[in-house]
């Protein structure tokens, strides 16, 4: 399962209280049960197709036995894996039984079914239950061999119980450091939008954050305040005020943890961010696209992402947004023609021609050097002063040391490769 990520990290949950503990529990004899029901049906068609093996075990393994969907995909790939290697043992034709499962699978821990939360020198692992915004925390026990590679911390993992402990085990996927291990820093740009929430672009990967839908809900709640309004409820109209600002805002908290976990997977990231007193300057547009620009609480994503950056040690720098939107990245040539449309940019200099978003993100991107040199930070923010409040990382963001699977972990031999 690990097979795309060259390394992996094991590491000792601190004991949990009863309660996450029979937590645990309950979800490895439901995953184990999922799993078994997988083999089942392997043996049953003759077949590890994951297609076939999916569709045996989601029913039940979502009604009968509550897993959520990210955990009963965990269990079908297990299935897969142990049904794959039965079957290839027997074409070349050894002499094996059927794979019986002997309740030592533990949990399959989906890429979207936790994370790594950092405070400090501190580690812990964020478990979902499927159930919106609850969550099972396990404070982990992290060697300082290990510290540098958490946060890298990203894909397929999974969680067993060896001895009455339990380990996770997490893979660090070996992607080479865009900037190498100089610690020069990675700079990401940050564009926000209307048309897209957000555009980020990093060296070797671009998050785009869809507006579209949102833009659909703000003008249904702006409906039913006019008509609350038309009726005189100004309670009304208040109170859906409030529950339209805890929509968006939930949303920016989105948005601003995905960007940061982007961050997350680069040496020394510094996330670059327009001043946000030109956001609205910088789009003409029609009325009704203006009203949008000036709604969307823009503020408080910069806000959230910057929050969040910071508690993680991420630094955050501040560009002037002029030109951002009309510079050509590859000549360099700025001009208004460069965006003929909405959504579009064309050089009209070298002609090239690229998602409009994309090319902001980038040229933001590139204003990044600058801007952390001059210690910039955003001056539409009284409460903000220059450089002082630029975090380093705690590590030092030196060297670029690999986590290393360490078979002797504990003392103890653990088979993380029969998953
Ligand atoms: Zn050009």
């Not at 209307?194 to 949102?214: E, I, M, Q, S, T």
């Not at 955003?378 to 690999?402: L, N």
Request: glycine share 8%; charged share 25%.
């Amino acid at each position: 399962m690990f097979m795309h990520s060259d390394e992996y990290v094991i590491v000792k949950a601190i004991q949990p209280n009863r309660r996450k503990a029979e937590w645990l529990e309950a979800m490895a004899s439901a995953c184990g049960q999922a799993v078994a029901l997988g083999l089942e049906a392997a043996h049953a068609s003759h077949s590890a197709s994951r297609g076939r093996l999916h569709d045996a075990v989601y029913a039940t393994a979502r009604s009968r036995l509550g897993l959520p969907a990210e955990y009963v995909r965990m269990s079908v790939n297990a299935a897969v894996a142990l049904a794959r290697s039965y079957y290839g043992k027997r074409k070349a034709r050894q002499h094996v039984s059927f794979p019986k499962l002997n309740g030592t699978q533990g949990i399959g821990l989906g890429v979207h079914a936790y994370a790594i939360v950092q405070a400090g020198e501190r580690f812990a692992l964020r478990l979902s239950t499927g159930k919106r915004g609850q969550y099972i925390w396990l404070p982990l026990s992290v060697p300082p061999r290990y510290r540098r590679a958490m946060p890298r911390v990203h894909g397929d993992g999974k969680l067993f119980k060896r001895r009455g402990q339990w380990y996770a085990i997490l893979p660090v996927p070996n992607s080479p450091p865009p900037t190498g291990c100089s610690g020069e820093p990675t700079f990401i740009g940050v564009d926000l939008g209307v048309v897209r929430h957000a555009a980020v672009a990093a060296p070797d990967r671009v998050l785009f954050f869809n507006g579209k839908p949102a833009r659909r809900r703000r003008e249904h709640f702006a409906d039913l305040r006019r008509r609350y309004q038309r009726h005189q409820r100004l309670d009304r109209v208040r109170e859906g005020q409030g529950k339209e600002s805890r929509w968006a805002k939930d949303i920016n908290h989105k948005i601003s943890r995905r960007v940061v976990e982007l961050a997350l997977h680069y040496h020394n990231p510094v996330l670059v961010l327009e001043r946000l007193d030109g956001i609205r300057r910088r789009t003409k547009g029609s009325k009704r696209f203006n009203r949008m620009m000036a709604s969307w609480p823009f503020r408080d994503l910069a806000d959230k992402i910057e929050y969040k950056a910071e508690q993680l040690g991420i630094k955050v720098v501040y560009v002037d947004p002029r030109r951002t939107s009309r510079t050509c990245p590859k000549c360099g040539h700025a001009s208004r023609s460069n965006r003929p449309q909405q959504g579009l940019f064309r050089c009209v200099a070298c002609g090239y021609q690229a998602n409009a978003d994309l090319v902001a993100a980038h040229n933001i991107a590139a204003a990044g050097p600058a801007a952390l040199a001059q210690g910039l930070s955003d001056p539409a923010r009284p409460d903000k002063g220059q450089t002082g409040e630029m975090t380093s990382r705690p590590d030092g963001v030196k060297g670029c040391a690999r986590a290393h699977p360490d078979p002797n972990l504990e003392g103890s031999t653990l088979e993380p490769h029969r998953l």
